[in-house]
């Protein structure tokens, strides 16, 4: 059994093996949620966040460090822009009448 040592700097976390150099990426875990206008949120379905996060769908390379895990859920890599992230799903969700009219989209970070 090898061992594997592990550092804790600021961007990507370096694995390294006797034999081997591993880098592995930082992921943002990511809440989905659909507001109505009333102010209700509802977790967006995996199946939706599944279709975004298809790159043939999305045609955006930008996006293919994402991960849908659950209802609401979508694991991000860290050069996944947020901000373009948002207006990308808004967008797609809206071509796709995910979003009715009035609804809004909100991604919040999960710590």
Not at 68 to 97: N, Y
């Amino acid at each position: 059994m090898s061992e594997i040592g592990l550092t804790s700097r600021p961007g990507p976390t370096r694995c390294s093996t006797r034999d081997h150099k591993v880098t592995a990426m930082f992921l943002h875990t990511l809440s989905i949620k659909r507001i109505t206008p009333a102010g209700e949120a509802h977790p967006v379905p995996i199946a939706h966040l599944d279709n975004f996060a298809m790159r043939n769908f999305t045609n955006d390379a930008a996006f293919d460090d994402t991960l849908p895990i659950a209802d609401g859920r979508l694991e991000a890599g860290s050069l996944v822009p947020l901000d373009r992230l948002h207006l990308a799903m808004t967008d797609w969700f809206r071509r796709k009448q995910y979003l009715q009219p009035g609804d809004t989209l909100r991604i919040t970070a999960i710590p």
